[in-house]
């Protein structure tokens, strides 16, 4: 199975300040002909998860442009530019490339 | 306005079964593939079964391969899983979601509790 290794397992930011989750594959996550299925979640204190981007670096409608994505082959990474109150949660990537499909430990971030 | 509402959630003893039911609705059910995925109690996410949106292609992880099985409806708009032989490690929430490889809408989920 793909691991997906995520770092930090916790992430303490200031509001309004950027922060960054890196998410790190055992193989590459390229899918022929179809692109790299690389995808990241955020699951808000008692709710589902929600999606934020898909492959790698496509925003979802509704996601502000605070939050972006990069990356390629096993290497990924999230970046808000600016942290609000609201994006307090846990963070998971996820490879949709390979099966089984896996998901990241995941990265908790809260506000200092 | 997409929607996923799973049901069928509950206790149940070790060795048991149990049936899931996720209802759609707001979108074109028979054109997306489906998955569920599930979360054990402060744990992480782990992907569990999906299906292909036509049901004639069908994937499982390793752990419960040989004791789920995913189907669907396309007349109704409903995705099943059948879950049997169940056993401690199986209790999570266990979260609908629309597509496969980039999913994108999950319901609220529902409990399965397995325990004596």
């Known amino acids: 199975d793909v691991v997906m290794t995520q770092s930090p397992l916790s992430l303490p930011v200031t509001l309004g300040q950027p922060a960054s989750i890196s998410c790190r594959s055992s193989q590459s996550l390229v899918y022929s002909g179809e692109g790299t299925y690389l995808n990241w979640f955020l699951q808000r204190p008692g709710q589902s998860p929600r999606r934020l981007i898909y492959m790698v670096s496509n925003r979802d409608s509704g996601v502000p442009d605070r939050f972006s994505g990069s990356g390629s082959g096993t290497d990924f990474t999230l970046t808000i530019s600016r942290v609000e109150a609201e994006d307090v949660g846990i963070y998971f990537c996820?490879?949709?490339?390979?099966?089984?499909?896996?998901f990241g430990g995941g990265t908790k971030v809260e506000i200092k | 306005e997409v929607q996923v509402l799973e049901s069928g959630g509950g206790l149940v003893q070790p060795g048991g079964s149990l049936r899931l039911s996720c209802a759609a609705s707001g979108y074109t059910f028979d054109r997306f593939d489906m998955s569920w995925v599930r979360q054990a109690p402060g744990k992480g996410l782990e992907w569990v079964s999906g299906?292909?949106?036509?049901?004639?292609?069908?994937f499982y992880a390793d752990s419960v391969k040989g004791r789920f099985t995913i189907t669907r409806d396309n007349s109704k708009n409903t995705l099943d899983l059948q879950m049997n032989s169940l056993r401690g490690e199986d209790t999570a929430v266990y979260y609908c979601?629309?597509?496969?490889?980039?999913?994108?809408?999950w319901g609220q989920g529902t409990l399965v509790t397995v325990s004596s």
């Open positions: 979601v629309r597509g496969l490889r980039a999913p994108d809408y």
């Open positions: 299906i292909r949106a036509s049901g004639f292609e069908t």
């Open positions: 996820m490879q949709g490339t390979h099966w089984p499909l896996t």
